[in-house]
């Protein structure tokens, strides 16, 4: 591992001699990705969704498709927002056990 940071830095002095001043200039040699931005979900949207996870937390790829459709938006988003809207309800349900609960 030694070898691999010392030539690291040996190669990080040279960039900086030669006028390199940002530190992302020196971390790893791929572009940075671009992050895509965040979605924004119309009120309608967002009460269709919250219908549909009432009744099913974990939709088929067919009804993620088809309420991507009706709501014009990418699958992948759908399947993102069901991920996180899981994942938000698993943190309720524990936080208020915790509450009922609480360690002495």
């Given at each position: 591992?030694?070898?691999?940071?010392?030539?690291?830095?040996?190669?990080?002095?040279?960039?900086?001699?030669?006028?390199?001043?940002?530190?992302?200039?020196?971390?790893?040699?791929?572009?940075?990705?671009?992050?895509?931005?965040?979605?924004?979900?119309?009120?309608?949207?967002?009460?269709?969704?919250?219908?549909h996870f009432e009744?099913?937390?974990?939709?088929?790829?067919?009804?993620?498709?088809?309420?991507?459709?009706?709501?014009?938006?990418?699958?992948?988003?759908?399947?993102?927002?069901?991920?996180?809207?899981?994942?938000?309800?698993?943190?309720?349900?524990?936080?208020?056990?915790?509450?009922?609960?609480?360690?002495?």
């Open positions: 591992m030694k070898p691999v940071l010392e030539r690291w830095i040996a190669e990080a002095e040279e960039r900086y001699k030669n006028g390199v001043q940002n530190l992302s200039d020196f971390v790893g040699s791929e572009p940075l990705k671009k992050r895509k931005r965040r979605t924004s979900f119309t009120p309608q949207a967002l009460e269709i969704l919250n219908e009744r099913n937390t974990h939709p088929t790829g067919a009804e993620m498709s088809e309420l991507a459709e009706s709501i014009v938006q990418d699958r992948e988003v759908i399947r993102v927002w069901f991920c996180n809207k899981r994942q938000a309800l698993k943190n309720t349900i524990k936080k208020y056990r915790q509450d009922q609960h609480p360690q002495s």
